[in-house]
Structures are given as structure tokens and as C-alpha cells.
């Protein structure tokens, strides 16, 4: 087996250090305020990079803005074409039991209250995944200037300043929990965009064929070298992945206080979106499906009555696949149908901006 546990512990040890360092660099030299304003930027548009920024920081956006090795770009064409088929479905999984599933690693959801972010905001937690998502799997995003590959450098130097923050807050017991956002968080968080998808699609009755689902992962793979993972931890295929999957969730997973009250903030906004009263079971349900009834005890999530319909919706969803891909235009229409939804549903509850800046993340 190719992930030990003495090698994920060892990969909780260990940040981002070209990002982290970066970073204390920046802090060194007051140059925060800046990176805020350019990070705010790059998100917005493909735009060259001003020239003014910090010489460090311009070298480092320049450096890191292609994996290290080559790139199959028909795979990466194959995973965004994917997610334009399913993107309707994926966000599902990711908005309801991906998200738990995150919240079920202990020792990971300590850093998402140390920032005290998704109590308060869940609405944006949530909206700050589904705008990453949509734009890093969009045709053409990771090509040089793409609006993913920027999305994802401002992710990678987010992720480097709450590290920073936490480091300078004195707080963070680093023997216990190792480094905050370690390379053990972001596999397990990149499993669960990749291989996690791919097992909850099939649970709602998709059929994933073999190369699509390895296509996908790839892609995702793609995505963690430039955010900031080590390659060499990378998953090379989807039996791999789901070694890794299973490894870390069996390391990592279980009760805690952070982890309900971060999925009471997501469940509580999921209530807020659905109109009127019938549907408020509904996501419960898709939790305790997807996710498994331990993980949904454990984060407090109640039974409800659309647990027995849910039950069903594999069956159901599979024979409606079934038929309308014996009509290819009937297929065609829906897609496009699922994947407008998608767009209406995370323009309906985005407001402002997607991301808070860099200065005050490390205030």
C-alpha cells in the first residue's frame, strides 16, 4: 500500500514552503496591502500582471504558473467537458456530504474555525467552492493566463497566509495537529473534489464510465500540483486514489464540536435556500446517503422523511439516464438544462466578493 501511515503523518509536518515563504517575505517587507489589491484582480480577469508588484512576488506568479512536468491537455479538455455534463449533479455532492465529509477530519476543520469564517459566512464558504469549481474546470482555464490558473494562485497564496496567521497567532498546537493546511488536508480535500465526486455521482445513479472517472482525476490531480501539493503524493490512478481517500478518512475522521457546528452553519443555509418547508429534509438525506450514517451522527445531522425517498433516487436516476441516452438530443438538452442550473444556482447566492483579502486574513 502506497499510503502509510507513517507517510501521511509525515505529510502533516509540511505547508506549502515555496508559498509559505513567499509570504513571510511579503510580511517582512510590508508589502501585504499590495498583494491584496492584485489577488482581488486576478480573479476578475486573464489581464497580464501589473508591473509594479513586489519583485518577489511578480517572480513567484511567473514561476509558478505551469505544473512541473508536461501536460496531457485532451485529458484536462475530457475532465472540464465532464464536469459540464454533470456540474448540475456535482454540485450536490460537493454542497452537501463533500463538504461534511471535510468537516469530518478533526484535527483539518480546527482551521476553518480558527479563522471563524464559515460560522458567521456560510453562504460565502460555500459560494467561495462553487466559483473555484466552476472556473478551474472551464475549457481552456489552466492554459497560461487562464482565469482558473489565476483563481487557483490565489487560492495556493490564501491558503500560505492563513497558515502565517495561525502560526502568528500562538494558538495552533503544531504537535498535536501538525501544520495548518498540510499536505495532508489538501489531498484529502483534493479527494474529495476528485475521487469523492466520482463515488457520490455513482450513488445517485450515474454511470461513470472507467476513462471519464480516470479523465476527472487527472484533471483534479492538474489542479492540486499548482495549489500547492507535492506531486510525488499525487494519486496516478483512481485505484490509488481511492486508497488514499480511504487511508486519510480512516486517519483523520470522526466527532468533534468544530466539525457540527461548521455542518449546523451548512445546514441551516441549505434551509434558507430551499422555498417554503417540504424540501428541508432533503439535504439532511443527501447527507446521510452520500456520507454514511456515522458521519452524519457524528456531525449532528437528524433523520428525516425524505430518507426513504432518497433511498430510491439511484434507482430513478439511473433509469432516466438510461432513456435519455437512447435520445442523444434529449441527453444534449438536459445537460445543458442541469449545467444552466448550476450557473443560476451559484449567481443566486453569491453576493460581493468571492474571497476576503490577503491583509485581512494575516491582520
Given at each position: 500500500m502506497r499510503y502509510t501511515q507513517p507517510y501521511l503523518e509525515s505529510l502533516r509536518q509540511i505547508g506549502d514552503p515555496a508559498a509559505d515563504s513567499l509570504i513571510e517575505q511579503l510580511a517582512n517587507n510590508g508589502d501585504l496591502a499590495r498583494v491584496s489589491q492584485v489577488l482581488r484582480q486576478i480573479t476578475k480577469n486573464d489581464q497580464p500582471l501589473p508591473r509594479d508588484l513586489p519583485p518577489v512576488l511578480f517572480d513567484?506568479?511567473?514561476?509558478?504558473?505551469?505544473?512541473?512536468?508536461?501536460?496531457?491537455?485532451?485529458?484536462?479538455?475530457?475532465?472540464?467537458?465532464?464536469?459540464?455534463?454533470?456540474?448540475?449533479?456535482?454540485t450536490v455532492v460537493l454542497s452537501t456530504a463533500a463538504l461534511v465529509g471535510c468537516y469530518a477530519a478533526q484535527k483539518g476543520v480546527k482551521v476553518l474555525t480558527q479563522t471563524q469564517r464559515l460560522q458567521a459566512e456560510p453562504y460565502r464558504r460555500v459560494t467561495e467552492s462553487g466559483h473555484f469549481?466552476?472556473?478551474?474546470?472551464?475549457?481552456?482555464?489552466?492554459?497560461?493566463?487562464?482565469?482558473?490558473?489565476?483563481?487557483?494562485?490565489?487560492?495556493?497564496?490564501?491558503?500560505?497566509?492563513?497558515?502565517?496567521?495561525i502560526a502568528h497567532a500562538g494558538q495552533w498546537q503544531s504537535a498535536e495537529l501538525g501544520v495548518p493546511i498540510c499536505q495532508e488536508d489538501m489531498l484529502g480535500t483534493l479527494m474529495v473534489f476528485s475521487y469523492g465526486v466520482i463515488w457520490g455521482l455513482?450513488?445517485?445513479?450515474?454511470?461513470?464510465?472507467?476513462?471519464?472517472?480516470?479523465?476527472?482525476?487527472?484533471?483534479?490531480?492538474?489542479?492540486?500540483?499548482?495549489?500547492?501539493v507535492d506531486p510525488a503524493s499525487l494519486p496516478r490512478s483512481m485505484a490509488e486514489a481511492e486508497d488514499l481517500a480511504y487511508s486519510i478518512s480512516n486517519r483523520q475522521h470522526g466527532p468533534s464540536d468544530e466539525g457540527r457546528e461548521l455542518t449546523q452553519a451548512l445546514l441551516a443555509m441549505h434551509t434558507g435556500l430551499l422555498p417554503g418547508r417540504f424540501f428541508d429534509g432533503m439535504v439532511p438525506a443527501l447527507i446521510h446517503h452520500l456520507a454514511g450514517d456515522e458521519v452524519a451522527r457524528w456531525m449532528g445531522v437528524p433523520q428525516t422523511r425524505w430518507k426513504y425517498a432518497v433511498r430510491y433516487l439511484k434507482t430513478l436516476n439511473s433509469a432516466m439516464r438510461s432513456i435519455t441516452q437512447r435520445f442523444p438530443a434529449i441527453d444534449e438538452q438536459f445537460d445543458r438544462l442541469t449545467f444552466l442550473l448550476l450557473q443560476r444556482w451559484t449567481g443566486a447566492i453569491h453576493r460581493g466578493e468571492l474571497s476576503e483579502t490577503l491583509s485581512e486574513r494575516v491582520a
Open positions: 513567484w506568479l511567473e514561476h509558478h504558473c505551469s505544473p512541473s512536468g508536461s501536460i496531457d491537455w485532451q485529458r484536462i479538455n475530457n475532465g472540464a467537458a465532464f464536469f459540464a455534463r454533470y456540474g448540475m449533479a456535482i469549481v466552476m472556473t478551474v474546470l472551464q475549457p481552456q482555464a489552466l492554459q497560461n493566463n487562464g482565469a482558473g490558473l489565476q483563481v487557483i494562485q490565489k487560492v495556493r497564496l490564501m491558503h500560505a497566509a492563513v497558515r502565517y496567521q455513482e450513488q445517485l445513479g450515474y454511470r461513470i464510465a472507467a476513462q471519464a472517472a480516470e479523465n476527472f482525476l487527472y484533471t483534479w490531480c492538474v489542479i492540486g500540483e499548482l495549489i500547492g
